[in-house]
């Protein structure tokens, strides 16, 4: 593995990697809330919870990914996706 791909890796699996499961969090909170109608305080606490196994295996698929290309791609997408969800939901439903 050259210098380049495990700085990419690893750029991937922290600050990234980071940013990607804070969305997911955010976005499941506000999914459970609002779309199931489990109570604020339980969303919360249940959407933190996965999030360290989201943040777990998001790191592993960073180092078992074969194309770095892929995973960036997979990795913006993702939070293309979640992001604009989350911007939305935040925009038509107010807070959590």
Same mark, same amino acid.
């Given at each position: 593995?050259?210098? %380049?791909?495990?700085?990419?890796? /690893?750029?991937?699996?922290? #600050?990234?990697?980071? /940013?990607?499961?804070? !969305?997911?969090?955010?976005?499941?909170?506000?999914? !459970?809330?609002? %779309? /199931? $109608?489990? #109570? #604020?305080? =339980?969303?919360?606490?249940? *959407?933190?919870?996965?999030s360290f196994a989201v943040f777990a295996v998001l *790191?592993?698929?960073?180092?078992?990914?074969?194309?770095? *290309?892929? /995973?960036?791609?997979?990795?913006?997408?993702? *939070?293309?996706?979640? $992001? $604009?969800? !989350?911007?939305?939901?935040? =925009?038509?439903? $107010?807070?959590?």
């Amino acid at each position: 593995m050259s210098r %380049g791909n495990l700085a990419a890796r /690893l750029l991937a699996a922290i #600050p990234a990697n980071y /940013l990607l499961t804070s !969305l997911a969090t955010a976005a499941l909170a506000r999914l !459970l809330a609002q %779309g /199931l $109608g489990v #109570p #604020p305080v =339980e969303a919360s606490e249940s *959407a933190t919870l996965l999030s360290f196994a989201v943040f777990a295996v998001l *790191a592993i698929v960073v180092f078992s990914v074969r194309s770095i *290309a892929r /995973l960036w791609i997979g990795f913006v997408l993702a *939070a293309a996706v979640m $992001g $604009g969800w !989350l911007w939305l939901s935040l =925009e038509t439903g $107010g807070r959590l």
